[in-house]
């Protein structure tokens, strides 16, 4: 069985809420996959995510064989431990938001891949739903989403996000996510060419 660390988002961020409970119901299913630790991390604070990930490490005896990160910059933090217990790159590590700082991270192998939402495909999404709107026509949607507070289901665009791993990162170059020209730099050149970028 393997051993996975969630480092869930802040508390108070709904989104947060929705990250972990989305990634709980695939590990909740797997029974080869054990959670050995589990915690939120307040206001994303990835300094404060530093020691929380280093007490669970610690709790679980350094047995930990995967991390669940909420976004890029938790993934960093747990990286920093990992790589003071000499395990970067041995410890697959997840992350979201496919930053400047996740993709080097997946680039040198010690970030296994990160979740990008095209911030072009929402903004094309977004205008055609209010361009209909504005001409009193009924937009077209993908889906319902659930409003528990009113109790009903509101007609929604719903987009999937990409996973990002060495194999696609030009996926967010080509979408115009990141500069190319700003992950690939300095030591980070090489890694590029070498993953096709």
């Known amino acids: 069985p393997a051993n996975v660390v969630f480092l869930n988002g802040s508390p108070t961020d709904n989104n947060a809420t929705l990250f972990s409970t ?3 119901s695939v590990i909740d299913a797997t029974p080869s996959i054990t959670i050995v630790g589990e915690q ?3 206001d994303w604070d990835n300094d404060a995510a530093v020691t929380i990930f280093e007490q669970l490490y610690t709790a679980a005896d ?3 064989d995967g991390v669940y990160a909420a976004n890029d910059g938790l993934a960093g933090s747990v990286i920093s431990i990992l790589e003071k217990n000499k395990r970067a790159g041995q ?3 997840t992350g979201q938001d496919a930053t400047v700082e996740g993709l080097q991270n997946i680039l040198a192998g010690t970030q296994c891949m990160t979740v990008y939402k095209s911030a072009a495909e929402e903004a094309n ?3 055609e739903v209010a361009i209909a709107l504005a001409k009193g026509e009924e937009p077209k949607t993908t889906s319902t989403s659930r409003d528990d507070t009113g ?3 509101v007609p929604s665009v719903l987009l999937t996000p990409k996973s990002i791993t060495k194999d696609n990162v030009n996926v967010v170059f080509d979408d115009g996510g990141q500069s190319k020209d700003e992950v690939c730099s300095g030591q980070f050149e090489a890694m590029c060419a070498a993953a096709g970028a």
């Open 22 to 24: 989305g990634a709980h």
């Open 40 to 42: 939120a991390v307040p």
């Open 62 to 64: 350094g047995r930990v």
């Open 91 to 93: 410890v697959p590590v």
């Open 125 to 127: 999404a977004l205008a």
């Open 151 to 153: 109790g009903r289901d």
